[in-house]
């Protein structure tokens, strides 16, 4: 059963890294149809890794009560108290892989973040200078300005 559910938690999270991967080029690209059918395939994901932590849930709770745990305290090393030896070596080694995977996820995810704040920067700047609103920026001594329109209306018309 744990072995099992540690295939399903890497291929889940293969799959996720493709996806998040696919996603990277397509925001390279500007491809916003294919950014948004990956953000589709990300949620088809998650829901699918919700499934997966409820099963996850249900191990730990089934090794705390053997054992004598709160299932929150279980760990791998008290489920693989449960298992035989041969198990035991094969969990740790995809316990370790999916270490490794959920670890890639974390930072391409962030990557695509940072991808698309500078896309969404790129887009903000240009819309303001076609709509001819004008920017803060920076002097060489390091002050901000930007240029403003009247502070005051004359109201004596």
Known sequence: MLLDHLDAQLESSRRLLKILIDQTDAIRRQD???VLARLTDVQAELAQRDRLERERSGILGDAGRELGLDPEQVELDDLLLLAEPDEAAAARLKSA???GLLSELARVHG????LIRQELAFLDHLMRALAGQPEGGYTPSGRVYAERGPTTVDTRA
């Not at 990557?111 to 940072?114: E, L, M």
Request: hydrophobic share 40%; charged share 40%.
């Open 32 to 34: 916003v149809d294919a």
């Open 97 to 99: 892989e999916l270490k």
């Open 111 to 114: 990557h695509n973040r940072v």
